[in-house]
């Protein structure tokens, strides 16, 4: 029986020259371990000796020369000695001072009890946290130490008791400074990660909401999370992010873009294959979507996957009003991407090369401004399209109070200076200044430098051969673009390949059409529930 398009799976692609699962650093991996003949588990156990662990922990943590890593010593039950240590800045001293301390010299006074069971009554009946874990595992404990946990290890026990105590300052909710928007939520992740999640389980009330935490980086051990709909989501693309953040070799991934580019399925390709978004309710929008996200511990932004064009193409904003204010919107966004990317290479083609197009009006006006011009075209629009990159990055380095100033009366200076002083024809400022403009109305940063350098090759493809090498250049931009995948899904769907799709590819229809999930990413419930 025949498939038909839309059950096609894409992401199942396998091939022997598959990038990211690094077969052969985990065969050598394995291979030194089968070399040393030693089991690592036994090798970083925690001793039955009180003295030996504090040793230990010293030296790991270069104590005193660590100023912020802090030991307290005490007695449990009157005559067993112990010790507290954790990092200052990282716990909640008042949890720490009025819980865990008081509790552990008060109440354990005049205890009688086996040994054996001590630390399952202290877990139990004296420590009054609700995440208290016990570990034997030097590797585990140091780390649930450096993420604000509070560490007991009492004389003559091989097991820890670790206390989650986890209190620092982090950063109040705000609105979103990049995806503005008219009408819609007015709030954006922060760099904390538990508060990230609260804020997608308060906005998504759903016991199918799975939430997986792991680690990544070497050396920094950042937490991330993945968060899908597990009675939506085809069960393959989660399970392939899990792989695929398993293979981060980095040492230090200290932001989400970072870990874009370790985890992307082409590192050669120009345009993005994995979209951040800094706005919960459009994060839920993904999730809602079949599609998967990553949030790393210190970055306050999201990561959607698998994407396409067209999920970089709209915004939030376009479902919040009525599909004819969208669908407007839509199409100005879409002249705003064309007029950045052909607009000053379609100049350059007609002037060097197509000059019998042009209307003898018009063609002695563009005559009659370049007059007195010592440049050729190519080379003052090169210059200028440079000077306006120029302001426009310096404007985003500068304090915010400037930036505003910098942008509007250093463009409006430095053009007209050109001008007068007659290296720039007027004709070109207005050419440069409607492509960069037009660059302001993509929604996506990545996507629009990604148009911005793509100006530059059309440019230089037309003043070698005009709007041949235009044509050539799209020719090759497409191909390109349909052998791109993001997580297996082509980067072009659902145009091509063609699929069935909800109506919203470029225009936005009345929501009461959007009856189908987008058909590239195989989700299990294809249809929505909108009646």
Known sequence: MQKKPWEVLFYKEKSQKDKFELLETREDDKGEEKKTGENPSKKFIIYSELGNNLKRLEEDFKIPINSDISVRKLKVCEDIDSFLICVDGLVDKKILDEVVLKNLMTRTKELEIDEKGLIDYLVNNIISINNVIKENCFDKIEDHILRGSCALFIDGFDTCILIETRGYEKRSIEKPVNETVVRGAQEAFIEDLPTNISIIRRLFKNKNLVVENMTVGGESNLSCAIIYLDSI??????????KRLNNVKSEAILTSGMLEQHIEDNKWMLFPQIMSTERPDRAVSFLMEGKALVILDGSPFACAMPITFFTLYHTSADNNLRWYYGSFISLIRLAGLLISVFLPSFYVALVLFSQEMISSELLSSIAGAREGVPFPTIIELVMMELAFDLIREASLRVPEIISSTLGIVGALILGQAAVQAGLVSPILIIIVATSGIGSFAIPDYPLSLAVRITRFLFIALAYMSGF?????????????????????????????PKLRTSPDVILVKPINYMKYRPDEVSSLKKKKKNK
């Open 233 to 242: 989501i085809n069960p393959e693309i989660p399970k392939e992010v899990k």
């Open 468 to 496: 041949y090498g235009i044509s050539i250049g799209m020719f090759i931009f497409f191909v390109l673009m349909c052998s791109m995948k993001s997580f297996g899904v082509p980067f072009l769907a659902p145009v091509a």
